[in-house]
């Protein structure tokens, strides 16, 4: 009888500066190299929610997707929420009073290791154009909720891709609750 997947080792196939790829038994996977993980940002503001656009390689085309960054690519020990924080500048120009760790979430467990975790970053302030650093080339769109369901179809109609972590804020119109 053979060990079931889980309890055999686990291999790195190959690594890079930012990904690894992983098998273990007959699965294979991806995962953050050098323990690095993301904090994917919710900032609601006066009824509005912060989203970012921009360009992803794998896609071949541009995402519409919350504010995210990595955490620990830039500065070893760097806690979730002052990542989070200053992703959010960089990537929308806005800069928040408070940001609150919600909890660790995993967005493709088949075949992803890496995790993210979801903050709240709430009282808002305009400080910078945003759109990212470098050739980010990150287009923010400021949304109100009550419209989101129709933004999201028409970004998607325009050719854009839709992260799933949006969901999270589709949800009743999806599910019809």
Excluded: N
Excluded at 103 to 127: C, I, N
């Amino acid at each position: 009888m053979t060990a079931p997947d889980h309890d055999l080792p686990e291999e790195i196939v190959w690594q890079g500066r930012f990904l690894t790829v992983k098998k273990r038994g007959r699965w294979e996977y991806v995962g953050r190299a050098r323990d690095i993980h993301a904090a994917v940002i919710v900032a609601i503001d006066a009824g509005e929610v912060l989203l970012v656009e921009q360009y992803r390689v794998p896609l071949g085309r541009r995402c519409l997707e919350l504010p995210a960054g990595l955490v620990g690519d830039e500065q070893a020990g760097e806690s979730v929420e002052a990542s989070a924080a200053r992703e959010l500048e960089e990537e929308t120009g806005y800069r928040a009073a408070t940001v609150t760790a919600i909890g660790t979430f995993h967005s493709s467990p088949g075949m992803v290791s890496e995790s993210f975790t979801l903050v709240r970053a709430e009282r808002l302030t305009q400080v910078g154009e945003g759109g990212g650093e470098g050739d980010e080339d990150i287009t923010v769109h400021r949304v109100a909720l009550a419209a989101l369901p129709d933004f999201v179809a028409a970004r998607r109609d325009a050719g854009v891709a839709i992260d799933v972590k949006l969901l999270l804020l589709l949800g009743r119109s999806i599910i019809g609750t």
